[in-house]
């Protein structure tokens, strides 16, 4: 007899545990546009599908634009919606996701983070998950199989939530997490039940009974109302995120702490900060260094949007420097998490030095020793007094540059 | 202000409630009702449902709300809707 309380532990790489997730979510609707790396992601729910184990849609479309019209067609209908993508896929459909936003609908997406070409590479890059950041999708960032399981339940309880209800994507890195398998609990499809309920019925779904056109025409006396009700959602959301992940704790027996995950960070002196799956490495480089006394500790973005604002003013307000490492650049400017985090830390007075590094674009590897490097180097920078160190192109091999 | 915005833009349906769009027009759809074989591709593909039929189940044009888009002119299988431009 299975029990609520019974786990299977499975050897899942990131992609098999998005999937299992979307089917303890009970996903209704999935349309998908294959690009590597995601495509296993949606290959799993197809044979769930076609095995029986996931009473599903599944909608075939010639394009992730198509693909993000159909979850948002779906989705105002009340269905619980799930897709994932890629990179390309996700810039193509990238007008679709300010759709699905303003429509203030809880789409649930697993972005797998590839680099942009040209050149072309299907290695891991955070480019493609921060350029929607001004969308209106709450962004989520996974470090491991497990996390991205855990996440993918949280987010439905989050974007469902009637004080939030936008869409939000999931990331996690290409290869290093989505196709590197690890041992993964997997929880019953009772206790999910219990935790994520059925969507619940809002006020302006799609209903042949009760016909009602979206997405109308607003003149400029109300549009800006609109932005500033999603606006209000982010906000509100911040709070919905800290909670669902202590309740998911409470059931589950694993929280994450909220939207940022600290590791040896209150008595710290230095704080590391980083996103997704080299985030082990950096763990293991702070330890490494503890061992020689410098008191460090990691500071690991886990939602990028809304911005973790009194989180990372909290964490940081008492640190004497700040090392921002990040697997993308801003062109014309520097990393995306270095300009934010450097923001938020302005407008709220607080001025620690700072160094930032734009590391393993591409896919390049990230390995303790490189962040060893580069902590070692802030280090030494801010000792000889300089408060600014960086950004620098970590590992940049300056001799092939003509 | 009493009236209170949703979280997104929704409309029921209503009549009309931007006016008689017929005065966008500039092409004018003129049925020749002896071409006319009553098949109702014309009613069909009207995007403005501004196409009815009479008794005898010919079709004829709403002028009030046909925005002159052509497109029952371009689907009709006999030629019997010409595109003829309004006068100024």
């Known amino acids: 007899m299975t029990s609520r309380m019974d786990v299977k532990k499975l050897v899942l790489t990131s992609n098999y545990a998005a999937a299992y997730a979307a089917k303890l979510a009970r996903a209704e609707i999935i349309s998908a546009y294959p690009i590597t790396p995601q495509t296993t992601v949606v290959e799993k729910l197809a044979e769930f599908i076609e095995r029986g184990e996931l009473k599903a849609k599944m909608i075939r479309v010639e394009s992730e634009h198509s693909a993000m019209a159909a979850c948002i067609g779906a989705s105002a209908t009340g269905a619980r919606v799930f897709t994932a993508t890629s990179s390309h896929g996700l810039l193509y459909m990238y007008e679709m996701l300010w759709w699905a936003a303003g429509a203030r609908l809880p789409i649930v997406m697993g972005v797998v983070t590839r680099a942009i070409a040209p050149p072309w590479n299907i290695w891991t890059e955070h480019a493609d998950i921060l350029s929607p950041r001004d969308s209106g999708w709450l962004i989520f960032f996974a470090e491991s199989a497990q996390e991205v399981l855990d996440m993918i339940l949280q987010a439905y309880k989050v974007a469902e939530n009637e004080q939030v209800l936008l869409p939000v994507m999931v990331g996690w890195d290409a290869f290093i997490s989505s196709h590197t398998a690890e041992p993964v609990d997997v929880p019953s499809q009772e206790i999910v039940d219990e935790f994520l309920p059925p969507r619940k019925s809002a006020a302006f779904l799609l209903d042949v009974k009760d016909p009602v056109s979206h997405g109308n025409l607003v003149f400029p006396d109300f549009y800006m109302e609109f932005r500033y009700l999603m606006q209000r959602g982010m906000e509100s959301a911040r709070d919905i995120i800290r909670k669902v992940d202590e309740e998911f704790g409470k059931i589950f027996g694993r929280h994450y702490g909220g939207l940022i995950e600290k590791y040896r960070c209150d008595d710290a002196e230095y704080a590391l900060i980083t996103l997704g799956g080299s985030s082990g490495d950096a763990r293991e480089a702070v330890d490494k260094l503890r061992e020689n006394g410098v ?26 420097g700040v090392i921002v490492v990040e697997r993308d650049i801003s062109m014309g400017l520097c990393g995306v998490l270095a300009t934010e985090i450097a923001s938020v830390l302005f407008m709220n007075g607080i001025q620690p030095k700072f160094a930032s590094f734009i590391a393993g674009l591409g896919g390049r590897e990230v390995s303790v020793e490189d962040f060893l490097k580069m902590l070692d180097f802030s280090l030494k920078e801010f000792q000889r007094g300089n408060k600014r160190v960086g950004p620098h192109w970590y590992g940049v091999k300056e001799e092939v540059i003509p | 202000m009493s009236f209170k915005v949703p979280l997104t833009p929704i409309s029921r349906p209503a009549k009309a409630s931007v006016g008689k769009t017929g005065l966008w027009r500039f092409l004018k759809p003129v049925i020749e009702l002896k071409k006319c074989k009553k098949c109702g591709l014309c009613w069909m593909y009207c995007p403005d449902i501004a196409v009815t039929f009479d008794e005898m189940g010919f079709p004829h044009i709403n002028y009030d709300f046909c925005k002159g888009c052509g497109i029952c002119a371009n689907e009709c299988p006999t030629g019997a809707i010409k595109m003829v431009r309004e006068g100024l």
């Open chain 1, 295 to 320: 008191k460090i500790g990691l500071c690991r973005i886990r939602v990028i949007r809304p911005f973790p604002v009194q989180d990372v003013v909290e964490c940081l307000s008492n640190k004497e």
